[in-house]
């Protein structure tokens, strides 16, 4: 059920962010990128980015329906876009990869991805046997998280609770809230169970950033490997 919860999370961040990463790559290289993980990674965050800036926005948009337009929207533009790039590749080129090839890049998604699972039980083992996590932490970012909900957007103020102002940074409290909205969890579980998930997500942007930098697999994936059961 938290796994469910979790990697369904994880799949609305990535169609969310799909459109953006395909804008930014037209704009700067950083952003393109034919590796399925990478993707995946750039998507999460972006697909975050793009909720805060609706919760931002004073036009009490973060809510159920604006949520779902938005997710349908990705989806199609998604889909459109996978289906051109398919027919382009089909038209202007008939060179298949060389099966060892493919099967190094298979073998290298398939350690990373496991890498990531193995580190997802990992931090979420702890909380099977629990119901509820610190009284404090877990209180405060509910009650910031509800009040998103209650607001339809970031607020400046604890209202309709508290008459005082907020000067925490908000930007995780938009996915908990977001978290809330699309799986049914009440906002507590929510903050408990999606912090796990960024947490071994650090998995993924290893990867992503030692990639980048070396190009070695030995390394990246050494990299991958200590951030799963070291740092």
């Known amino acids: 059920m938290i796994v469910t919860g979790l990697l369904g999370l994880m799949a609305a961040l990535i169609v969310l962010g799909e459109p953006l990463r395909i804008i930014f790559s ?5 952003f393109r990128t034919s590796n399925l993980i990478e993707v995946c990674i750039l998507n999460v965050y972006l697909g975050g980015l793009i909720l805060y800036v609706l919760a931002l926005l004073p036009l ?3 809510n159920t329906f604006a949520i779902a337009s938005l997710l ?13 790039s398919t027919r382009r590749k089909q038209r202007t080129t008939n060179i298949v990869e060389e099966p060892p090839r493919r099967r190094t890049n298979m073998f290298e998604h398939v350690f990373v991805l496991g890498l990531f699972c ?18 404090h932490d877990t209180s405060y970012h509910s009650l910031l998280a ?3 909900i209650e607001n339809k957007g970031i607020s400046n103020t604890l209202e309709p609770y508290l008459p005082e102002g907020i000067i925490y940074p908000q930007a995780a409290h938009v996915i908990f809230a977001f978290a809330t909205i699309l799986t049914g969890w009440i906002v507590p579980q929510s903050v408990f169970f999606v912090t796990p998930l960024f947490n071994a997500l650090t ?3 290893a990867y992503f950033v030692a990639r980048r930098f070396w190009l070695n697999r030995v390394f990246y994936l050494g990299a991958v490997f200590i951030f799963t059961f070291v740092a």
């Open 26 to 30: 037209r704009i700067d290289a950083f």
């Open 146 to 148: 509800e009040v998103i």
């Open 60 to 62: 009490h948009l973060f």
């Open 72 to 84: 349908l929207i990705s989806i199609i533009f998604s889909l459109i876009r996978f289906l051109k």
């Open 203 to 205: 998995v993924l942007a």
């Open 118 to 135: 193995v580190a997802l039980y990992i931090q979420i083992l702890p909380l099977t046997s629990l119901v509820y996590g610190s009284i």
